[in-house]
């Protein structure tokens, strides 16, 4: 198998790249997604952070804004099916182990990751 060569070593790295991946939740049924940007992600982590504790360096995390971000992280990222955050937030709860799957391929984790204090 040839070895792609790219002129830049950062070309390996593309975030408009469309992946496949199969949702467990969904029956094994194919969604296709790209990668969230530096910036992008950049931008959910600063929302995550309401205030910092007492002693100043202890970041205190907004639950409420979490919530909205695994929205809108999945409705920019999806490709295939298309979907908008009210549409998301319209779902019964029993689709939240659909939108748990979904967010963690996105983050690049295994599902049943724990997250550290910033959410990462």
């Not at 982590?45 to 504790?53: Q, V």
Request: aromatic share 8%.
């Amino acid at each position: 198998m040839a070895k792609t060569t790219y002129a830049n070593a950062f070309d390996l790295f593309n975030a408009t790249e469309e992946k496949v991946a199969k949702i467990e939740a969904l029956g094994g049924a194919e969604v296709k997604y790209r990668e969230l940007t530096m910036a992008e992600t950049d931008g959910f982590a600063k929302r995550l952070i309401k205030d910092y504790g007492t002693d100043g360096s202890s970041p205190v995390i907004d639950f409420d804004e979490a919530t909205v971000i695994k929205y809108e992280k999945m409705a920019l990222a999806l490709l295939s099916p298309k979907v908008t955050v009210d549409e998301l937030m319209a779902k019964p709860t029993s689709f939240a182990p659909v939108v748990n799957e979904i967010v963690a391929l996105i983050d690049g984790r295994d599902e049943g990751e724990e997250l550290d204090e910033e959410g990462n």
